[in-house]
């Protein structure tokens, strides 16, 4: 391996690319982000992400603390219930966030974002480092040590580490691990927003206002609600109300002008492909959300009227899928982190906090290279050792999670299992020791307990 300086190479500028040269950039490594983006706006960064402890610890590590402080006034309003609900309304089990989100310490609670405002959070600064509109291709790799990216413009990239960070559909994954393919869960999903108006308001209880709700419906259909209320207005003023602190920081933070989102009420349906009346992989807007209207013709009208309010323009189709299962690669200079590896279901919401904690592993591999401490082969062999564990277990568990194969999905017997489980989930509804254990539960899953890596 080449013994000149490291200059790292990271192909996306998604949510653990971005985390990973703001960490680089911290320990004075020289990095630079390619983006097929043509520009920081893309409408598809809007939705909804929660971001949990293993997500904060990332952040928290690799941001300057004053933009990390940004990220947190950022933050859309926490929910106040994790709500369990049939496809009717009618309550199951609900969660009160003091068991979710009450510890002072960030990195112990649940943070609610949209993917556009942390994506300008995580820009802020890097301005000089990423360039946009650059279409990755491929790349080769020297004798000397070094890698050369190719972009489709004609241009090139040398540096001595290339790190892909391009999302489920990566390139650099492509021809780097060939056999590292994805599979069809064989669940499909839609998702759109809903003007979050008086009216629209009207329609929800206020638990349901105020936190964010799961539907588990017959046939292996699920849904969830949740109520996305940012610290600003729709003309990018502060809202009255809000902490000085977070006034002050919001009013200084230069991204604001990038960031076009309002307040909105979030939906998403999934099911297996089967339940679909047509394929929803090929429509957009009216059309997608007519399906899932017709999907859903039997539940609360609250619900479907919900629905049917729509933004048209923001209704979406996925083709959930998900990473295989690999046996370890040889250590390069190539490395990969986030969907780039380790694709997986949004049954757990671990898909931004594993690309995150990735980004701070591998972060702190490379600070320990360019400090001289360990080769960097040895290095990145050891972020890699870890992130390959821990990144098929949160694949394995998000697929669980939403599995079109389980029991419950089944016909008749899966009537029956639902049955049995809304039952125990009464009951456990009025036992606050049991909803302690299952809160306690959903933290574990998320990271709260758990050591740093």
């Known amino acids: ?5 490291l200059h790292i190479l990271i192909i996306g500028a998604g949510t653990g690319g971005l985390c990973l ?54 933050c859309a309003r926490p929910p106040l ?54 279409t990755f291709t491929h790349y080769e790799q020297q004798d000397d040590g070094t890698v050369t ?12 580490v290339l790190v892909a960070a391009d999302g489920a559909n990566s390139r650099v994954r492509r021809q780097y691990l060939p056999h590292a393919t994805l599979v069809e ?10 003007p979050m108006t008086p009216e629209n308001v009207a ?45 002050e920081v919001l009013a200084q933070w230069p991204g604001m002008l990038y960031d076009n989102e309002s307040d909105y009420i979030g939906w998403g349906l999934w099911a297996p492909r089967q ?57 390069t200079n190539v490395t990969l982190l986030g969907d780039a590896i380790h694709t997986m279901t949004p049954g757990r919401g671990a898909g931004a906090n594993t690309a995150l904690r990735d980004a701070r592993l591998l972060c702190k591999q490379l600070v320990a290279a360019h400090d001289g401490q360990l080769d960097l082969l040895t290095a990145i062999h050891g972020y890699e050792e870890k992130m390959q564990k821990y990144g ?13 194969n389980a029991p419950i999905n089944k016909p008749v017997i899966g009537t029956a299992i639902m049955a049995t489980q809304r039952t125990m989930l009464r009951a456990v509804n009025h036992l606050p020791p049991a909803k302690r254990a299952v809160a306690r539960a959903f933290s574990r899953g998320r990271g709260a307990d758990r050591q740093e890596d």
Do not use: C
């Not at 391996?1 to 300086?5: F, L």
């Not at 190719?150 to 001595?160: E, I, L, R, V, Y």
């Not at 098929?392 to 079109?404: G, I, N, T």
């Open 392 to 404: 098929a277990e949160a694949v394995k568990q998000s697929l669980a999670q939403m599995d079109p």
């Open 1 to 5: 391996m080449s013994t000149q300086p």
């Open 275 to 331: 339940q679909f009346p047509r394929d929803p992989m090929n429509l957009r807007g009216e059309e997608l959300v007519a399906v899932i209207r017709e999907m859903t013709s039997s539940w609360h009208p609250s619900l479907r009227t919900l629905i049917a309010r729509s933004d048209p323009s923001t209704a979406l189709p996925v083709n959930i899928r998900t990473s295989q299962p690999i046996v370890p690669w040889p250590t």
């Open 149 to 160: 990216a190719f972009f489709a413009d004609g241009s090139s990239a040398t540096g001595t």
């Open 81 to 134: 219930y994790l709500n369990l609900l049939t496809e009717q309304m009618k309550e199951l089990m609900s969660l009160e966030s003091t068991l979710l989100t009450g510890d002072p310490d960030p990195a112990r609670r649940e943070h609610t974002v949209s993917r556009m405002t942390m994506r300008q959070v995580l820009l802020s600064g890097l301005e000089d480092i990423v360039h946009f509109d650059k």
């Open 185 to 194: 869960t064989g669940l499909l999903s839609a998702g759109a927003k809903v």
């Open 203 to 247: 329609l929800i209880s206020e638990k349901v206002l105020k936190g964010m709700s799961m539907v588990f419906a017959p046939r292996g259909v699920g849904f969830i609600l949740h109520m996305v209320e940012f610290p600003w207005r729709h003309d990018g003023q502060l809202k009255p109300g809000i902490g000085v602190n977070e006034a």
């Open 21 to 74: 040269a703001q960490g680089l950039k911290q320990a004075g490594i020289s990095v630079t982000v390619y983006e097929r983006d043509r520009t920081r706006i893309n409408p598809l960064q809007g939705f909804r992400v929660g971001i949990g402890p293993d997500g904060i610890r990332g952040l928290r590590a690799n941001l300057p603390s004053e933009l990390f402080e940004t990220f947190l006034a950022t």
